[in-house]
Nanobody, 116 residues
């Protein structure tokens, strides 16, 4: 079993920045075995992929190629991050952390609200 706890969400004005964190833990849990990702779900919409990173951190992929978001991880801290810059009102959503290794695990989500 893997537990994921997101933090760093909040309210910010358009053009601002936020850094989300997701701390992972679990019995016999080896963080570097897990590919990690961030998803988001806006009101009335389906959950969508935002960014992903490989277990070693050497590979990343993004839903948006415009480079406003950066995913990273610190395997010594069992933590994955999502740096979000140039935020837009349409980035308003609940952001979820995902861990994948044989199974999918999800955090409880953290709310990000961007005002214009």
């Amino acid at each position: 079993q893997v537990q994921l706890v997101e933090s760093g969400g909040g309210a910010v004005q358009a053009g601002g920045s936020l850094r989300l964190s997701c701390a992972a833990s679990g019995r016999t849990f080896i963080f570097s075995n897990y590919a990690m990702a961030w998803f988001r779900q806006a009101p009335g919409k389906e959950r969508e992929f935002v960014a992903g990173i490989s277990g070693s951190g050497g590979g990343t992929n993004y839903a948006d190629a415009k480079g406003r978001f950066t995913i990273s991880r610190d395997n010594s801290k069992n933590t994955v991050y999502l740096q979000k810059n140039s935020l837009k009102p349409e980035d308003t959503a609940v952001y979820y952390c995902n861990a994948r290794f044989q199974y999918d695990y999800w955090g409880q989500g953290t709310q990000v609200t961007v005002s214009s």
